[in-house]
């Protein structure tokens, strides 16, 4: 069986969803995968930035991780989705790299790829379903294929029974999390194992 390629794609404004994403990388890469970790680019200006000493200290760890681009998408045989919710919705930095991807798609360069997602909010029901399903809703324009979760395996009832992708409260990535994410992260390399051959 080939070794599927896995970009696993994340922005964090304070850390929760880095967290998420490292360990998503890992258990991708322990099970067999050719994986890229990749930051999403900040589009808020530098001012208000380091204006918050907690989100201009995240952002310095983070600074040597690669940003994506449309080059990585067109790489990846599938993808990992860590981003905060905001109003219910993908943190505007996802939205935005979302957005540049007209080019890759049109040439059908997106179709056929796996794909699954996470989030984090304030609270529990800050709107991590919504912002889940949003990120699923761009992958059906490209012609992606979904691989959630679902009720596949008892770290996720652990974690708060989330079947269309894991979802923290904010701060909180504890070891019931990381279990969850791990498995997401196994179930998208079998998955998408199968599809490259």
């Known amino acids: 069986m080939a070794q599927p390629k896995i970009a696993v794609i994340f922005y964090s404004t304070y850390g929760t969803n880095h967290q998420v994403a490292l360990a998503a990388a890992d258990a ?39 940003v994506v681009t449309s080059d990585d998408m067109v790489w990846a045989d599938g993808y990992f989705f860590s981003a905060p919710t905001r109003y219910g919705q993908s943190a505007s930095q996802l939205r ?21 997602a996470t989030t984090s909010a304030q609270n529990p029901h800050g709107g991590q379903e919504a912002t889940t399903l949003g990120l699923y809703t761009s992958a059906m324009h490209w012609g ?17 029974g989330n079947p269309y992708g894991y979802s923290a409260e904010a701060g909180k990535f504890d070891d019931a999390g990381k279990a969850s994410v791990a498995h997401q992260a196994r179930r998208l390399v079998e998955i998408t194992s199968k599809l490259v051959g």
């Open 96 to 116: 935005a790299f979302i957005d540049t991807l007209g080019g890759v798609w049109s040439q059908g360069k997106l179709a056929g790829k796996t794909i699954t």
């Open 28 to 66: 991708a890469k322990q099970a067999g995968a050719d994986v890229r970790l990749l930051r999403v680019a900040e589009t808020a200006p530098d001012s208000v930035v380091n204006g918050q000493e907690a989100w201009k200290e995240q952002a310095e760890k983070m600074a040597d991780i690669p």
């Open 144 to 160: 992606a294929i979904i691989v959630p979760p679902g009720y596949t395996n008892d770290a996720i009832y652990a974690s708060g």
